[in-house]
């Protein structure tokens, strides 16, 4: 089964904007088995929205669009898609009644425009949307050869498309499949090493084809291992997933900090927590994001382990260790965690990081990689990170 990836907007044949949504569809796509043929981009315009659809159901078994469902005159992908089924645009009372409850919740006027949301090809099928005003179209359009190709209409909201897609265009396209089965998701979370080195640390796990499938994705540092099954149902798919977790975990070791939506944040936080210890930060280099990381995952939990975060002018140039105590003397804190300057030497750029606790301090030295904010974003999560191994290791030494 193959398919076809269509994303729609002026802003992003301009240029104006980046098309995340066919990435994201694409690698949704692979884990189902279905492979990504093209992906296609086009404007706003209806001939050329015609052309890229009646291209696509040509040569693809599924077509995902994303875009163009709006109530505005320049959104036109259910009006491409009625003239390239030949079919009429026909109002759904369904549809109609969930956009004005929209308006109705909000309190405000629905504008007369919104009806357009509405409208759908004759045969077509309403792809709900909870957390917008445009629903999706889902719909089978014959070929001119022979059968039939299933293209589904989505929004560009990521959210809303996601949103979307769980609910409704991945049980369809997992109905549709032989042997029909139940999928399951595992993500497990991992620092401290790049994504081309965890994956030679697990040899023949992340190929095409194995099963349970494992895919590898990185972003800003932290590198998502996402573990995919099928079954007859959840307990199998579980069943199919606990190995191959377990091979994950042996081979990395204390690079894995969590699963699913744990950030590296919340993992040091959460160590801090099970030794009923408190921390502190102070910082030049990361101007505070570190401590914005913690105070976000101390409210996510609802936990107060965090006393307090010091941003130290870059005219400072305080190392890191120094740093590290002041946060823990001014606050009382069981740990302080120091971000020193950034330093240059060879043309290489490098932060120190220190911790200072109950054991004494420790200090690593950081080299700067990536462009713009990125690199600052990798030092504040290798700074967390380890206050994550050297609080999990006092706490091993002490039990």
């Known amino acids: 089964m193959r398919a076809e990836v269509i994303a729609i907007g002026d802003e992003l044949t301009t240029g104006q904007r980046l098309d995340?949504?066919?990435q994201w569809i694409s690698r949704e796509l692979a884990v189902l088995g279905i492979e990504t043929a093209f992906h296609t981009t086009t404007t706003d315009s209806l001939d050329d929205g015609i052309a890229a659809f009646r291209t696509a159901v040509e040569r693809a078994d599924i077509v995902i669009a994303t875009g163009g469902l709006g109530p505005t005159a320049d959104d036109l992908t259910r009006d491409v898609l009625a003239l390239v089924a030949n079919e009429p645009l026909e109002s759904c009372p369904v549809a109609l009644a969930a956009v004005e409850a929209r308006f109705a919740r909000r309190a405000v006027p629905m504008p007369e425009s919104n009806r357009r949301q509405a409208l759908f090809p004759r045969t077509s099928r309403v792809i709900p949307n909870p957390e917008g005003t445009a629903p999706g179209i889902d719909i089978e359009i014959p070929?001119?050869?022979q059968g039939t190709s299933r293209v589904f209409a989505l929004p560009g909201v990521p959210a809303e498309m996601k949103t979307m897609w769980a609910a409704t265009v991945l049980p369809a396209l997992t109905a549709g499949q032989p042997g029909a089965?139940?999928?399951?998701?595992?993500?497990?979370?991992c620092f401290g090493a790049g994504e081309s080195a965890i994956e030679a640390m697990l040899p023949d796990l992340i190929r095409r084809g194995r099963d349970p499938l494992v895919g590898i994705t990185a972003h800003e540092a932290t590198i998502t291992l996402r573990i995919v099954a099928r079954g007859v149902d959840e307990a199998a798919c579980h069943a199919r997933i606990g190995p191959t977790e377990a091979i994950?975990?042996?081979?990395?070791?204390?690079?894995?900090?969590?699963?699913?939506d744990d950030e590296i944040e919340d993992a040091a936080l959460a160590a801090i927590a099970r030794e009923g210890g408190t921390l502190a930060t102070a910082e030049i280099a990361t101007c505070g994001q570190v401590a914005t990381l913690f105070a976000a995952a101390a409210t996510r939990a609802n936990r107060s382990s965090l006393m307090g975060g010091l941003v130290v002018p870059a005219t400072d140039a305080s190392a890191a260790l120094p740093l590290a105590e002041r946060a823990r003397r001014e606050t009382g804190a069981a740990y302080g965690l120091g971000v020193g300057p950034v330093r240059a030497a060879d043309g290489i750029e490098s932060v120190e990081i220190a911790i200072a606790g109950p054991q004494g301090g420790r200090i690593v030295e950081h080299r700067l990689g990536g462009a713009g904010t990125v690199k600052m974003s990798r030092a504040a999560k290798t700074a967390i990170d380890l206050v994550r191994k050297t609080v999990q290791s006092a706490g091993l030494a002490s039990s």
Request: net charge positive; aromatic share 8%; hydrophobic share 35%.
């Open 181 to 189: 089965a139940t999928i399951c998701f595992r993500r497990i979370k």
């Open 143 to 145: 070929r001119r050869t």
């Open 20 to 22: 995340t949504n066919s």
């Open 248 to 260: 994950i975990r042996e081979a990395l070791g204390d690079l894995v900090y969590g699963v699913e």
